[in-house]
């Protein structure tokens, strides 16, 4: 079998993405992020259906004119069935079933969490193969989740959060902090010149492995009110502290669970994903268990960790391997499990 070029189409949340996948390797990988929602401090969903719409048609011409292929090159067609929100789905949905009727090529659905995890196959994404099985953090704005991967279509999820994300939980207090949306990488950036052992938040104990950041939100905000009334400009005087002293909460929360993961499984190879496995304090934390817990780690380029057609694109392409097609009666789905 020839090795299959795969258009891969993003549309789950605000960016509208579209990639063209080689086998393994990308030959493009284009992003539309939508800068709209920055006025209102969060996604709107409405609005970022709007977006898709007008960004969809330049960011898939865009992506087949800079892999420098013809549309008629094109094997098959993955996008995201979801998780996500049903008006930005339903967008990449519908455009992918037009162009695949119009092509006559194959339509491989793509469950965006599944694209996170197996971001870590591209080509270029690691500096040496993943193998199976291991164990990946997927951690965004809207999942946290240890998954267990077996094989391609082998994945368990050992835990997950009972309420807020990890990437929401920063979006939140950064909004409290007075950052702009998306706040998570402002406060990574902020954090570095700030002492992360100033303040102290607490975080839920939780048996097994379930995470639970609604709680860290409630007492950074409980503890910004006392000392606004202390002193006003509080917050503006204390931010780097503040930043760094929530980032590392937050991690050691997640790093806690990976290692409770990493004892329960007896499994070594340990990779992160998703939006927030760009944070720097994340990185730096998982790779200190190649020492303490004897793991081998696989950290993904910046590019691929956040919303991306890439990652969908890789599992279309390794999908169109074991010949897994949907047909023209696909449907988004907002809750679509792994």
């Known amino acids: 079998m020839k090795t299959p070029i795969i258009l891969g189409i993003e549309s789950s949340c605000d960016d509208t993405s579209a990639a063209i996948i080689h086998g393994r390797k990308i030959l493009s990988n284009i992003v539309a992020t939508q800068k709209v929602h920055e006025n209102y401090g969060g996604v709107v969903p409405e609005l970022a259906s709007r977006a898709h719409q007008q960004n969809i048609v330049p960011v898939v011409h865009q992506a087949i004119y800079k892999a420098n292929i013809s549309k008629k090159q094109i094997d098959a067609i993955a996008f995201t069935k979801g998780p996500g929100l049903v008006g930005s789905l339903l967008v990449g949905t519908s455009f992918a079933k037009s162009l695949s009727m119009s092509l006559d090529v194959p339509l491989i659905e793509v469950n965006h969490m599944q694209g996170h995890i197996f971001a870590h196959f591209i ?149 992160i994903a998703g939006g927030v496995s760009a944070n720097s304090k994340l990185r730096t934390e998982v790779l200190k268990l190649k020492e303490s817990d004897h793991c081998k780690i696989f950290i993904p380029k910046l590019e691929y960790t956040t919303d991306n057609a890439a990652m969908i694109a890789i599992v279309g392409s390794i999908k169109f391997e074991h010949q897994k097609f949907t047909d023209l009666s696909a449907s988004a789905n907002a809750r679509y499990k792994i």
């Open 123 to 271: 080509e270029d994404a690691n500096r040496s193969p993943i193998t199976f099985p291991f164990l990946c953090l997927t951690v965004s704005g809207g999942h946290t989740q240890i998954v267990q991967v077996n094989n391609y279509f082998d994945m368990i999820i050992l835990g997950e959060t009972l309420d807020d994300a990890a990437g929401e939980a920063f979006d939140k207090i950064g909004k409290l902090l007075g950052l702009n949306y998306p706040a998570g990488p402002l406060l990574d950036k902020i954090s570095q010149e700030g002492n992360e052992n100033k303040y102290s938040f607490p975080l839920p104990k939780l048996n097994g492995i379930k995470f639970s950041f609604s709680g860290i939100k409630t007492s950074v905000l409980y503890f910004l009110q006392k000392e606004i009334k202390k002193n006003s400009n509080f917050i503006n005087e204390n931010l780097n502290d503040l930043c760094a002293s929530v980032q590392k909460t937050i991690i050691k929360a997640l790093i806690k669970k990976l290692k409770e993961a990493i004892h329960l499984t007896g499994i070594k190879n340990i990779a």
